[in-house]
Structures are given as C-alpha cells and as structure tokens.
C-alpha cells in the first residue's frame, strides 16, 4: 500500500456506557490514562510490582539500543513461582485454577496447591530428560491440563518453550523444532475432536525424523489409542513424571531471560519466531488481564477459548490469568461438540463470569441461530470479551444482546503475537463503547495511526496502525534473525514500531481496525478495507460470514471480489447478488462495490480463527493455491473451488 491512505467509508453512531456498577468498583478507572501519561515509565514500573521478584528491579527501561528493548533487566524472577508458588504461599492453595472440561465430557478441576505439585514434578521430569536453562523445548499437545504444566515446567527451569498448534502438519512442526533446536518435545498419543480421537504422535514422529538436536519425546496419554513407540527416546509423561519428587526449588532468572518462542503463520516465507522474554511480558500480560477484564480472583470465573498453541492462549491462559490467581475453564474441543450449545452449556456448568473468544466463532453462533444461546442460563456473565480479527458491529451488537444480555460490556482487544499483550481496548468500568472499534492504546501504550510519510493522520482520516514507544511485553527480537525483526516491523516508519494493520481514527480520535495492510484492496486508486466491505456484507440479513479480496482487474487495477455464506433461510440467485451490491455500495458509498459476489459454504480459516484471504485472491485469480498448511480444514478450499462457476 504506498499509494493512498485508507479511506474512511464506515460510520457508527452507536455507543454503549459502561454498567453503574462495574464502574463504580472496577480495578482501573480512567485517572489509570492520567497516571500512565505524566510517567509512562513510572507507570510500568509500579505495574512491575504486581509480581513477586527475588530481585526487585531499579531499572525500568534500556533503550540504548533502540528497537532492541530491555526491561527491568537487573530484576530477577521466576514466572512459574510467579503463576503457582505464590499464591498457595498466599494461603489461596484450595482455589482452582483449572476447571478442565475434554471434549468426550470428562472434567477435572484443579487447585492452584495441585498445580503446584504438578508442575514441581514436571519440572524435575525435564531434569531427568537432560533439560537445563535456556534448552528449546517445543509442545505439542491438545488442550488439556498437561499443556499449560509443561509451560509452566519450562518456564520454571528457565528453558524456552515453543508451542506448536496440534493442527499443524509433520512438516510444519519439523520446520518449528528445526529453527528453535529443541531438545525435547512433549507431545500427547492424541487429542478429541469433532467427538472423534485425533492422533498427535504420529506426526511428531514423522518430523522428527529430520530433528537431530531432539534427543526425547515425552508423551502424554490422553486417547489411549494406539501408539508407536521408540524405545530410548520416548518417554511416557505419567512413568516419569509421577515418580518425581514433590519438591524443586525454582531459580530466579534475569528478567531478559527468554520465556517462550511463538512461530506467526505470516502470510509469506518462513515461519517467524517470536522471541519473548520474563519480566516485562509477564507484567504487562498480568496488568491487562486485571485491567481489561476487571478480574476479580475471588469470585470471577473466567473463559478463554483459544487454544494455547496460539499467543492468545498462552498470554490469557496460561501466564496472564494464573499470574493474577484466577480461576479458568480449559476446554480441549470444538464448539459444536456434541451440539451447537456446548460453549453456553459450558458457561452454564461453571457459572463463567468473563468470556474472551474470537469474533469469527461469535459469527457461527449468529448463523446457528438466537435459539441455541437462549436455552442456557447466561446469568453469571459480566465481561464479554473479543480478539483476532476486527468485530464488525453487526457481530458485536449480536454478542452483547444474545451472549451478554445487553449487560456485560464488550472489550474488543487489538494485540499480536508480537506485542506479547493487549495493546488497544476500552476498560470495561471506564469507556463508553462503539461496536466494532478497539478504540484506545491501553494506560501505558503509546499507539497512533499514520499516513504513507509517517504523520499522524487527522481524526477522520486512515492509515496505518503504529506503537510509538516500547512497551514491556513487546517481542525482543525473531529468534536467530535480527536483521528480520528490523526489517519487517522498525523499517517501514522510523522509530515506530509498524504492526502491518490498516487503521483509522473517526471524529472522537478513536482507532478501528481495518484488516492487514496486505490484504486491503487498491481499487481505481483509492484503498479500500477488506474489514469495512465484509461488515457492510454482514450487515444484510441474508449474510452470515463474508470475505472480500481484491483480484487483479484490467480496468480498475484491482476489483472486490466477496466471497460469502448466507444464513439458513436465504438462497443463491443473481437477483440476491445485485441487492447485496446495492447494499454495500449504500452503506460505504460506490467506490466499495463489490464486482463479483461468490456464495460458499465455508471460508478458509487458521486455528486461530482468521480467514487466510490470500487463498481467496488465489481462488479468484484463476491460480494454484499457495500454502495451505496452517487452515483448520484443508478441505474447505476444495469445497469452495468445487462450488464455483469457473471465473471469467
Ligand atoms: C492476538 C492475535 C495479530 C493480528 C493483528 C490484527 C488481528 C487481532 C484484533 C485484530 C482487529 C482486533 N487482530 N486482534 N484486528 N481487532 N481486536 O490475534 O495475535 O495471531 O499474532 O494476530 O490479528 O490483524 O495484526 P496474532
């Protein structure tokens, strides 16, 4: 995009003030913005302070070396003492910490005094498998209890952890394994899902293959269903693990010592390993899953349905809500297992206060239909949170109603694997919220949007979304490879960090989201957002999901091509693609018009729930498809080519 700055189609009116009563007691009220703004780095010093440090730092922040960041870096600590020690140390052993509820049905509840010992003889399990500070160890496990002990066991010895997604292929973990040099990797026989169990192993013991540096397998038996095995190299997690030791003394390490490498699918090239380190990731995840959420440990009950092979589940599963002493569902399945209801039959069981997912799992709820969420009590919700991709309204309205009961506020969150933590989001007991924008840097952040040059664009006006200063949990560098992390995040504006997000700020100042910059569409010049298009889409009735791209087009450089699934009741016909352009073209003006709509069955989806639109602009462009090994279900691409007349 190095034309034109976005152009600013959609407009909102509504607005939502926060509930009287969770204002008048919320953990952050808005003189947190003043505090942050006169020192902002006084402010992340005192947010420190949530964590207990065997050495308290003195330092806040080196910058020296810009953008090579340092944070509190003469402070000690140690993340997992950080997330279980203290608190049963604190008296708040008997509380739990995991609600784990498998997809078969089966639950468990675990205490935090539990989680300890669990833990504890996890890490003296690593010991034993030759596992020192500063070793990879990559996991690879399905979401069950034993995914976040073994981070919590990493992050105990100090040796960095790399979680895959146990979607992804032998190929693509080999290629993970390879680039951290793991040592060990934890794995399970299997996981559920879909009500069926999946086989884990046999793809690590294909990528493993072509792993030298990985001397031990440690599997967890979760299926009980069949498993090769090596003998010498694989351990079973409960034959080892269960005759640990219930004692390990955890050692306090640097706060710059690295705590987790996350590889981001990226849209292109080789998979980028985001490095993060311990002290200021852990105070900043810790300060916004309290300040964001308004968590209150003693009563709330909070949901994250992420998976935690992606940031969001490993920065508000594991070490954000454990960090604050939280009480958490960890739910291992999909959510139409064994029927569309299970998410609000979940909320139900346990009584769920605080519900984090993402907005393309809020569109299936809409298209399955009011009905479902309306047949459970939905009563003990209070924070409805959003995070992924943009909200549009129509998504967001329909979640405060129908999830919320037009109580809870919505807090749509803007971060990234990158940032570590939420970096833009109202507060929950402070902003007056708009429906589908994340509105605001959060105390302490500072975030703008600019034009191609680099200035602030005035308040109505699009461009791109940058960080204008560090902030504690940013990533340090791509592992193995810093002239990558210059390249790709401080070149494009200098001296801001640039997130690859298009962006806008509306009359009050307040950013939205306008999808990724490789995504939006250049059309008869003017730059148009994928995000604005599929709202406008979604908002029709007829229109359950959508995805727009923008395909190589001889007049106009570029045209929109949609790609759509309509709700239950409405039907494919020419005259229903002409209204839905009339529809889109009277809400964002003609220039956003769409040239071809295309009706689909489902869309191309990572499991982190984001539609891969650059399979989209394959499909629309007439070529092979590129790399599809990070979608959910491979299938759906074959299902959307096989349903489509050939392109013209
Ligand atoms: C946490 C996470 C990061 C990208 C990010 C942006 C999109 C995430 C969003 C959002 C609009 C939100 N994104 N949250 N866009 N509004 N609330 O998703 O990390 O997987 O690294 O993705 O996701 O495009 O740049 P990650």
Avoid at 226 to 250: A, C, K, L, N
Avoid at 306 to 323: F, K, M, N, Q, R
Avoid at 418 to 441: C, D, F, I, N, R
Wanted: glycine share 8%; with cysteine.
């Amino acid at each position: 995009m190095n034309n034109a700055s976005l152009a600013n189609l959609l407009h909102e009116e509504r607005r939502f003030a926060p509930p009287a009563a969770l204002a008048a007691d919320a953990n952050v009220t808005a003189d947190a913005y003043e505090k942050a703004d006169a020192d902002r780095l006084g402010f992340w010093a005192e947010q420190a302070r949530r964590l207990s440090w065997a050495v308290a730092p003195t330092e806040t922040l080196d910058w020296s070396d810009p953008p090579f960041a340092s944070w509190f870096a003469d402070g000690k600590l140690n993340v997992a003492y950080n997330c279980v020690d203290r608190h049963v140390e604190n008296g708040l052993g008997d509380r739990v910490a995991l609600h784990f509820e498998g997809e078969p049905g089966d639950s468990r509840s675990i205490t935090y005094a539990e989680l300890q010992r669990e833990v504890v003889k996890a890490a003296n399990a690593l010991t034993e498998l030759g596992v020192h500070a500063g070793d990879r160890v990559a996991i690879y496990l399905p979401m069950i209890p034993e995914a976040v002990i073994a981070m919590l066991a990493c992050a105990r010895l100090g040796a960095p952890h790399s979680v895959v997604f146990g979607g992804f292929s032998a190929e693509a973990v080999a290629a993970r394994i390879q680039d951290a040099d793991a040592k060990l990797v934890i794995t399970a026989d299997g996981g559920y899902r879909r009500g069926k169990p999946s086989a884990l192993k046999p793809a690590i013991d294909r990528a493993v293959t072509k792993c030298p540096t990985v001397e031990h397998v440690l599997v967890v038996r979760r299926t009980g269903g069949p498993t090769v095995w090596h003998g010498g190299r694989d351990v079973w997690w409960h034959d080892i693990v269960d005759r640990q030791s219930e004692t390990h003394t955890p050692e306090a390490f640097p706060a710059e010592h690295p705590l987790f490498i996350l590889y981001t699918s990226g849209t292109t090239g080789k998979p980028k390993g985001i490095l993060h380190t311990t002290g200021g990731y852990l105070t900043q995840v810790s300060y916004t899953h309290h300040a964001v959420f308004d968590l209150k440990p003693e009563t709330d009950v909070y949901w994250c349905t992420a998976d935690v092979g992606w940031v969001t589940g490993h920065s508000y599963i594991t070490y954000g809500p454990l960090s604050n002493g939280a009480t958490q569902v960890l739910y291992e399945g999909t959510p139409d297992t064994p029927h569309q209801g299970r998410f609000w039959e979940i909320v139900e069981k346990y009584g769920v206060t605080i519900l984090y997912t993402a907005p393309t799992a809020i569109r299936t709820f809409m298209k399955w239909g009011d009905h479902i969420p309306a047949e459970y009590d939905l009563s003990s919700l209070r924070v409805l949170g959003s995070v992924g991709e943009p909200i549009n309204p129509e998504a967001w309205v329909w979640y405060r109603e129908h999830i919320g009961g037009g109580r809870c506020p919505i807090v749509d969150t803007w971060w990234q694997t990158e940032t570590g933590a939420m970096m833009l989001s109202p507060l929950p007991g402070v902003t007056a919220t708009k429906p589908g924008s994340a509105q605001l840097p959060l105390p302490g952040i500072s975030a703008t949007v600019v034009d191609d040059d680099a200035n602030e664009v005035p308040d109505g006006a699009g461009g791109y979304l940058v960080l204008t200063e560090p902030w504690p949990s940013m990533l340090r560098t791509i592992w193995g490879d810093d002239q990558r992390y210059l390249d790709t995040y401080w070149s494009r504006f200098e001296g801001k960090y640039f997130a690859g997000d298009g962006a806008k700020k509306d009359e009050d100042g307040d950013i939205w989201l306008l999808g990724r910059v490789d995504d939006v569409m250049l059309v008869s010049g003017h730059n148009i957002s994928t995000t604005e298009v599929e709202s406008a889409l979604v908002s029709h009735p007829a229109v359950a999901e959508a995805a727009v791209v923008g395909a190589n087009d001889p007049t106009t450089g570029q045209a929109i091509c949609a790609f759509v699934i309509l709700r239950g009741t409405a039907s494919e016909s020419d005259a229903l693609a002409e209204e839905l352009r009339t529809h889109v073209a009277g809400e964002l003006g003609p220039i956003a018009k769409p040239k071809r709509i295309l009706t689909v069955t489902a869309l191309p989806t990572t499991r982190s729930g984001k539609i891969m639109r650059r399979l989209l602009r394959d499909v629309a462009e007439n070529r092979a498809l590129g790399d599809v090994s990070t979608l959910t279900d491979a299938s759906v691409m074959d299902l959307i080519q096989a349903a489509l007349p050939t392109a013209p």
